[in-house]
C-alpha cells in the first residue's frame, strides 16, 4: 500500500449519508420505517389464498353437509338440517368410515415402524454423500407419477405377478395362501386384498413420514443420548423415555401426512384391494353420479373431524410439548 | 490404594488425526482433577473414554482396578455433568433428576424423596415441578449436577461445566463445586480451556496439548515449575527466556520461564534494560511489555506502583530464583 494514494481520498471526504439509488432504495427505506408495511406486502396474496381460496371452500363444503336432499325429486333442499348427518350412521355408510379409519391408522403405524430406522440413520449416521443418498432415495418416488406407481404396484402384487413367481421360486407358496386365507385381510390375490392395498398406501405416503420423522429426530442432540445411557439406560431404555418422546412431534406430524391422505384417497382402493369402498370413493360417487352433494359433503367432513379429535388428544398427551 | 481413574498407553485415534496418543495417567481416589489445554488438545476425548463414549482405538483403561475396555457406559459407575448441560426437555426437573433411577427400577415415591434430597444439595428446593427451559442457565447446571449425582458415582465427570456461565456466577459455581467435592469425598474430574478455574479448583492437573500429556502436577508446581514452553504460556502466559538468553543470566543453558509479576521495574540491579512498547491495564494492576535485546517482556506492575510511560527507558529487576529452567521443546 502506498501512500501517494491518500490525497485524492482527502481530496474528496466522504459523505455520512450516501444518496438514493433508486426506486429500490426508497421502497428499502419504506420498509425499514414501516416494518408492517413489508409484512403486510409479504402476506397479501398468501393470506387472500388461505381464507377466500382455502377456508372458503371448507366454510361451503360444511355448508353443504347441513342441507339435505329431496327424496322424490332429487334436488338440494337449502335447509338447516341434521338429517344428512343421521344418514352416515346408517350400517353401510358406517362400515365405509370405520373401513376408512381402520385402514388409515394400520397404514400409519407401519409407515411408523418402517420410517423410523431410516429416519435415524438419516438423522444420526448420514453425512455428506449418505445424506444425499438418502433425501434422493426418499423422494425419488415422490417425481414419477402416483397412477403410474399405482399400476405398478397392481402389477407387482397381481396373482400371476413377481410376488408369487418369487414365492413359488423358493417354495414359500403356502406362506403367501397362508395370508391370503386369513379372514378379512385376505383375499384372492394380494392385488385384491386389504394387506394389497395397505401396501401400496404405505408405499406412496411413507416418504410423508419419513422426512418429518427426520427433521425431529436431527433435533434431539447426541448429548441428550449420551446422558441417558451414562446414567444407566439401556438403548432400549433410551430409545422409550427419550428418543420416542422427542421424536414425538415430528411422529405426529407425520401421522398426520398419512392418516389423512389415506383417508381421502380413491384412486388406491379402486385400483387394488377389494371391491368395498372408502369414504374417498363414496364422496366420488356421491358428488358425481349420484348427485348428492349434501352426503358427500357430510363424508368429507368426516375426516376433518377425526384428525381435530385425534390432535386435540395429542397434544393432551403433550405431544408438542417438546416443540 | 488404586487409583480412581488410570490410563495405560491409552490413544484415541479418528482417522490420521491422533486426538489422545499414548496418555498415561493415574487419578487418585477423592481428588478434584483438572484437564487444562487448549480446545482439540485431547483432553475432552480424555474424558468420553472415562464415561465410555468413545473407545480407546490402544491402550487400557481402568476404573478402580478394573479394565472397563469393554464396559458401555450405562454399566459405568461414573457420571457426567455435560457442557451443553443435557436435560431432557421433556420432563420437569424432578424426572430429570431422578432418571438415573428411574432407569434402575426404582419406585416413583423412593426415587422422588431422593431427587428432592439431592436437589436441595444443589440449592433448587421446590425446582421440582419446572421445566428445564424454564431455569436460568446456573439453574440448570445445578440440575445436571443433581442428576449426575443421584446414581451416587465413584467419579464425577465434569466437561466444561461452567463456560456457559457469565463471570460473576462462574465464580460462586466454582466454589460451590469445590466445597461440594470435599464434602461428597468423590473424585471429581474437570475439564476445562480456563487456566485460572484449573489452578484454583484442582488439587492436580493435566495440561494437554496435541493429544498428549505435557505435564501434571500440583496448581503451584504448573504454574510456577512449567516443564515446557507450552507449559509456560498457556498457564498464565510466562516470559520465555530463550536458552541464550537464560545463560546469560546465570542458569543452564536451557529455556526459561519467567513469571510477569516476578520481575520488577527498578534501575538497582536491573538485569536488563529496555523501551516500554505498550500498557494493558489489568484493574488488579497493569502490564507492561518492555523490547528488551533479543525479544520483548512482559512485567505486571501490582496496582500503587509508579508506572512508567510509553517509551520510557526502563531497568528490570529479578531474583535468580524466580527463573524456572525449562526442558527443551
Same mark, same amino acid.
Given at each position: 500500500m502506498s501512500l501517494t494514494a491518500e490525497p485524492s481520498r482527502i481530496a474528496q471526504p466522504a459523505r455520512a449519508i450516501l444518496p438514493t439509488r433508486g426506486l429500490g432504495d426508497r421502497i428499502s427505506a419504506l420498509f425499514w420505517r414501516h416494518p408492517n408495511v413489508l409484512l403486510i406486502t409479504l402476506l397479501a396474496l398468501p393470506l387472500v389464498w388461505l381464507v377466500v381460496v382455502y377456508l372458503g371452500s371448507l366454510a361451503a363444503l360444511l355448508l353443504q353437509s347441513f342441507?339435505?336432499? =329431496?327424496?322424490? $325429486?332429487?334436488?338440494? +333442499? +337449502?335447509?338447516? *338440517?341434521?338429517? *344428512?348427518?343421521?344418514?352416515? @350412521?346408517?350400517?353401510?355408510?358406517? =362400515?365405509?368410515?370405520? +373401513? *376408512?379409519? &381402520?385402514? $388409515? &391408522?394400520?397404514?400409519? @403405524?407401519? &409407515?411408523?415402524?418402517?420410517?423410523?430406522?431410516?429416519?435415524?440413520?438419516?438423522? +444420526?449416521?448420514?453425512?455428506?454423500?449418505?445424506?444425499?443418498?438418502?433425501?434422493?432415495?426418499?423422494?425419488?418416488?415422490?417425481?414419477?407419477?402416483?397412477?403410474?406407481k399405482v399400476y405398478a404396484w397392481k402389477l407387482i402384487l397381481a396373482r400371476e405377478g413377481i410376488i408369487t413367481w418369487a414365492t413359488d421360486g423358493i417354495g414359500a407358496s403356502a406362506v403367501l395362501n397362508g395370508i391370503l386365507a386369513l379372514p378379512v385381510i385376505g383375499g384372492n390375490s394380494l392385488s385384491t386384498s386389504y394387506i394389497g392395498t395397505w401396501l401400496v398406501f404405505l408405499y406412496v405416503w411413507l416418504p410423508y413420514m419419513i422426512l418429518p420423522m427426520q427433521a425431529a429426530l436431527e433435533r434431539v442432540p447426541q448429548s441428550m443420548l449420551e446422558a441417558s445411557a451414562d446414567l444407566g439406560a439401556s438403548c432400549w431404555q433410551t430409545l422409550r423415555t427419550v428418543i420416542f418422546p422427542l421424536a414425538l412431534p415430528g411422529i405426529i406430524a407425520g401421522s398426520i401426512f398419512t392418516f389423512s391422505l389415506t383417508m381421502g384417497d380413491y384412486i388406491i382402493p379402486q385400483i387394488v384391494g377389494s371391491s368395498r369402498r372408502f369414504i374417498g370413493q363414496a364422496v366420488y360417487q356421491l358428488q358425481g353420479t349420484a348427485g348428492n352433494i349434501p352426503l358427500a359433503a357430510a363424508f368429507a367432513v368426516v375426516p376433518i373431524v377425526i384428525m381435530l379429535i385425534y390432535l386435540t388428544i395429542a397434544r393432551r398427551k403433550g405431544a408438542f410439548d417438546a416443540l | 490404594m488404586t487409583a480412581a481413574v488410570e490410563f495405560l498407553n491409552v490413544s484415541r485415534h479418528f482417522g490420521s488425526v491422533r486426538a489422545v496418543d499414548g496418555v498415561d495417567l493415574s487419578i487418585a481416589e477423592g481428588t478434584f482433577f483438572a484437564m487444562l489445554g487448549p480446545s482439540g488438545s485431547g483432553k475432552t476425548t480424555c474424558l468420553r473414554l472415562m464415561s465410555g463414549f468413545e473407545q480407546p482405538t490402544g491402550g487400557m483403561i481402568r476404573i478402580f482396578g478394573q479394565d472397563c475396555s469393554a464396559v458401555p457406559p450405562n454399566r459405568r459407575n461414573v457420571? #457426567?455433568?455435560?457442557?451443553?448441560?443435557?436435560?431432557?426437555?421433556?420432563?420437569?426437573?424432578?424426572?430429570?433428576?431422578?432418571?438415573?433411577?428411574?432407569?434402575?427400577?426404582?419406585?416413583?415415591? #423412593?426415587?422422588?424423596?431422593?431427587a428432592e434430597e439431592l436437589l436441595a444439595l444443589v440449592k433448587l428446593e421446590g425446582y421440582g415441578a419446572r421445566k428445564p427451559g424454564e431455569l436460568s442457565g446456573g439453574q440448570r447446571q445445578r440440575v445436571a449436577l443433581a442428576r449426575a449425582l443421584i446414581n451416587e458415582p465413584r467419579v464425577l465427570l465434569l466437561d466444561e461445566p461452567l463456560g456457559a456461565l457469565d463471570l460473576k456466577l462462574r465464580e460462586a459455581m466454582q466454589d460451590e463445586l469445590k466445597a461440594l467435592q470435599q464434602r461428597l469425598g468423590i473424585t471429581f474430574v474437570f475439564v476445562t480451556h480456563d487456566q485460572g478455574e484449573a489452578l484454583s479448583m484442582a488439587d492436580q492437573v493435566a495440561v494437554f496439548s496435541q493429544g498428549k500429556i505435557a505435564q501434571i502436577g500440583t496448581p503451584s508446581e504448573i504454574y510456577e515449575k512449567p516443564r515446557t514452553r507450552f507449559v509456560a504460556d498457556f498457564v498464565g502466559s510466562s516470559n520465555v527466556l530463550t536458552a541464550e538468553m537464560a545463560s546469560r543470566f546465570g542458569a543452564p543453558a536451557r529455556p526459561a520461564s519467567l513469571r510477569p509479576e516476578s520481575i520488577r521495574i527498578g534501575d538497582e540491579g536491573a538485569r536488563l534494560r529496555g523501551h516500554v512498547t505498550a500498557l494493558r491495564y489489568l484493574g488488579s494492576g497493569t502490564r507492561i511489555v518492555v523490547a528488551v535485546p533479543g525479544g520483548e517482556l512482559s512485567v505486571f506492575v501490582t496496582k500503587g506502583h509508579p508506572l512508567p510511560e510509553q517509551g520510557a527507558e526502563v531497568g528490570l529487576v529479578w531474583d535468580a530464583q524466580a527463573m524456572h529452567v525449562m526442558e527443551e521443546g
Open positions: 342441507y339435505s336432499i =329431496d327424496e322424490f $325429486s332429487g334436488q338440494i +333442499r +337449502r335447509e338447516f *338440517t341434521l338429517s *344428512t348427518y343421521g344418514e352416515l @350412521l346408517q350400517p353401510a355408510n358406517l =362400515d365405509i368410515i370405520i +373401513r *376408512t379409519v &381402520a385402514m $388409515s &391408522a394400520a397404514v400409519t @403405524l407401519g &409407515a411408523v415402524v418402517i420410517a423410523f430406522p431410516i429416519a435415524y440413520f438419516a438423522a +444420526r449416521y448420514a453425512k455428506g454423500h449418505w445424506k444425499a443418498l438418502f433425501y434422493l432415495g426418499v423422494m425419488l418416488p415422490l417425481w414419477s407419477s402416483y397412477l403410474v | 457420571n #457426567t455433568v455435560f457442557q451443553d448441560y443435557a436435560l431432557f426437555p421433556h420432563m420437569n426437573v424432578r424426572d430429570n433428576v431422578a432418571y438415573g433411577l428411574m432407569v434402575k427400577g426404582v419406585d416413583k415415591r #423412593t426415587r422422588h424423596d431422593r
